[in-house]
T-cell receptor, first 112, second 116 residues
């Protein structure tokens, strides 16, 4: 699975949009981009995933560049409860396993 | 609430001992995954079971073993415990085969193991 690069930390003001970047320059054609988050010591939580089209759900939006080498997770109106470590993971579809390989993630701190 | 349950929540034991962590997946999920999270190693995949059979292995030590039972619950056995085994152990479950387009993992609350 391709490796990802994320900034170690980011700040965001409450009520503003949080834009979390992820680089995955070695992504291959059958690999999806997934985002999970982990709120302090809780189990990770699935947020969203996509292949090449932009995706939106009730939690967030995922913007993937045309060359698929990078993506941005957008939390449209961040709240204090969104403070967490956000993991960008690239994973192939249809492989032998759905195991997740977590990197170090981005610690998003939402400030009041 | 993810629907995945793990017991116990906390476990304190001594070096050299053996412990068993238990996981009940979401209703209907066939796959169970175990992950370890320690301060120095981050979140690491240990092992996956699918419908009772081992599907994938990650950085799991030989002192550790797991199994998935016919009712689909899973147990992670840790033996000859060392100080460095102190960590959060998460179980996750997903619906099943890798060809499903939406096959995301739902994580339990974890078991915090402290080895003294």
């Amino acid at each position: 699975d391709a490796k990802t690069t994320q900034p170690p930390s980011m700040d965001c003001a409450e009520g503003r949009a949080a834009n979390l970047p992820c680089n995955h320059s070695t992504i291959s054609g059958n690999e999806y981009v997934y985002w999970y988050r982990q709120i302090h010591s809780q189990g990770p939580q699935y947020i969203i995933h996509g292949l090449k089209n932009n995706e939106t759900n009730e939690m967030a939006s995922l913007i993937i560049t045309e060359d698929r080498k990078s993506s941005t997770l957008i939390l449209p109106h961040a709240t204090l409860r969104d403070t967490a470590v956000y993991y960008c993971i690239v994973r192939s579809y249809g492989g032998a396993t759905n195991k997740l390989i977590f990197g170090t993630g981005t610690l998003l701190a939402v400030q009041p | 609430d993810s629907g995945v349950t793990q017991t116990p929540k906390h476990l304190i034991t001594a070096t050299g001992q053996r412990v068993t962590l238990r996981c009940s997946p979401r209703s209907g999920d066939l796959s169970v995954y175990w992950y370890q999270q320690s301060l120095d190693q981050g979140l690491q995949f240990l092992i996956q079971y699918y419908n009772g059979e081992e599907r994938a292995k990650g950085n799991i030590l030989e002192r550790f073993s797991a199994q998935q039972f016919p009712d689909l619950h899973s147990e992670l056995n840790l033996s000859s415990l060392e100080l460095g085994d102190s960590a959060l152990y998460f179980c996750a479950s997903s619906a099943g085969g890798t060809t499903l387009r939406f096959n995301e993992q739902f994580f339990g609350p974890g078991t915090r193991l402290t080895v003294l």
